[in-house]
């Protein structure tokens, strides 16, 4: 029910425009090792949908004839589609800057022992999901036994080189609140991070990204099973602030979808909203060309609050 007040309502959001093209965010299947309960693409274990190889290869000559210089990967866990090396070390020939949106969990799983030597061994640069710092509350977000499995996964990368002070190899790690509020401060709850977790399990990282939970698929499941959807909805309006609009991720990103259809962002992807600010029919990537999208109008919705409420909210974090 969400899903379509979101997409249908009219909304009172800014118009915003796109600039030039950056950054390319595939979005490689819905499958995911874990069922978190703020996840807006509500992936897990029984999702089936995944990209083939021939949409990989598409993915791959857009960002040649286009001249794409970041590609950002996510999911579900990106890492659990079949094609996942194979796209990491094809963009890497290329020297494009990879971005693997990762659970952490995924480099304990079965199967996965080499993952992390993989995106060392290819300067894949981490972007972890640690929601809190404390046992207890990532547990209960993400299932039990999460919290130390993260932990071990974060100490084989530091073992390899991430997040050490001179390293090359980047990793930020990504907090979600876990209830209907807006983060806090994330400069403070990254020195918060840094501390704890080096006092307690002598784990480094570069940066902490602070992002707001958007209320699409299971958080807004969550809500409206509480009658929380509204209340959280209008706080997200009553924080609006407009200095944040120039830095909302989806004017210089587009996110592909595990058919290659293109989406202004990953919130529109789950929410079924085409490219720009019609209701037109869906834009596959082999229609698309990077030279036609600036300048043109986003699709946006009353979700949108969700990125600029607060300190703002984008695929990097806070925004002010």
Same mark, same amino acid.
């Given at each position: 029910?969400?899903?379509?007040l979101?997409?249908l ?6 118009? =915003? ?5 950056? $950054?390319l965010?595939?979005n %490689?299947?819905?499958?995911c ?28 000559e ?8 970041i590609?950002d990967?996510t999911g579900g866990?990106p890492?659990?589609?079949p094609?996942f090396?194979?796209l990491?070390e ?9 971005i693997d949106?990762?659970?952490?969990? =995924?480099l304990?799983?079965l199967?996965y022992e ?6 060392a061994?290819?300067? $894949?640069? =981490? ?7 404390l ?13 130390s499995?993260s ?9 390899l080189?991430?997040?050490q002070?001179?390293?090359?190899l980047?990793l ?9 509020h ?6 403070a709850?990254?020195?918060a991070?840094?501390?704890?977790l080096?006092e ?8 902490l990204?602070?992002?707001?939970n ?5 958080f ?6 509480k009658g929380?959807f509204?209340?959280?909805?209008q706080?997200l309006?009553?924080n609006?602030r407009?200095?944040n609009?120039p830095g $909302?991720?989806?004017r210089?990103? =587009?996110?592909?979808d595990?058919?290659g259809? $293109?989406?202004?962002c990953d919130f529109n992807?789950? %929410?079924n909203?085409p490219?720009?600010a ?8 082999s229609?698309?060309?990077?030279d036609?999208l ?12 969700g990125?600029?409420a607060g ?6 974090g806070?925004?002010?």
């Amino acid at each position: 029910m969400h899903d379509t007040l979101a997409y249908l309502e009219p909304t009172d959001f800014p118009a =915003i425009k796109r600039t030039a093209l950056e $950054v390319l965010q595939v979005n %490689l299947g819905y499958l995911c090792n874990l069922s978190c309960t703020h996840c807006h693409v509500n992936a897990g274990p029984k999702r089936t949908e995944l990209m083939d190889k021939a949409t990989v290869d598409l993915v791959l000559e857009f960002i040649c004839r286009e001249n794409i210089h970041i590609l950002d990967l996510t999911g579900g866990a990106p890492e659990m589609n079949p094609h996942f090396n194979y796209l990491v070390e094809q963009a890497r020939a290329m020297d494009v800057a990879v971005i693997d949106r990762c659970n952490l969990v =995924i480099l304990q799983e079965l199967g996965y022992e080499d993952l992390a030597k993989f995106l060392a061994g290819n300067q $894949v640069e =981490i972007v972890a999901s640690l929601p809190c710092y404390l046992e207890d509350n990532v547990d209960r977000q993400r299932g039990k036994g999460t919290f130390s499995a993260s932990i071990a996964a974060l100490k084989q990368l530091n073992d390899l080189g991430y997040g050490q002070v001179d390293s090359q190899l980047k990793l930020n790690l990504v907090f979600n609140p876990q209830d209907n509020h807006l983060p806090p401060d994330q400069k403070a709850l990254e020195v918060a991070y840094k501390q704890h977790l080096f006092e307690h399990y002598g784990i480094v990282f570069n940066q902490l990204y602070a992002m707001a939970n958007l209320p699409i698929q299971r958080f807004g499941s969550m809500l409206i099973s509480k009658g929380l959807f509204a209340d959280y909805l209008q706080l997200l309006k009553d924080n609006y602030r407009q200095e944040n609009l120039p830095g $909302v991720m989806c004017r210089n990103t =587009i996110s592909i979808d595990w058919q290659g259809f $293109v989406y202004d962002c990953d919130f529109n992807q789950m %929410l079924n909203l085409p490219l720009g600010a019609g209701l037109s029919n869906r834009t596959h990537l082999s229609e698309l060309h990077s030279d036609s999208l600036a300048g043109s109008a986003i699709a946006v919705r009353q979700h949108c609050y969700g990125c600029t409420a607060g300190q703002g909210s984008s695929c990097g974090g806070a925004i002010a």
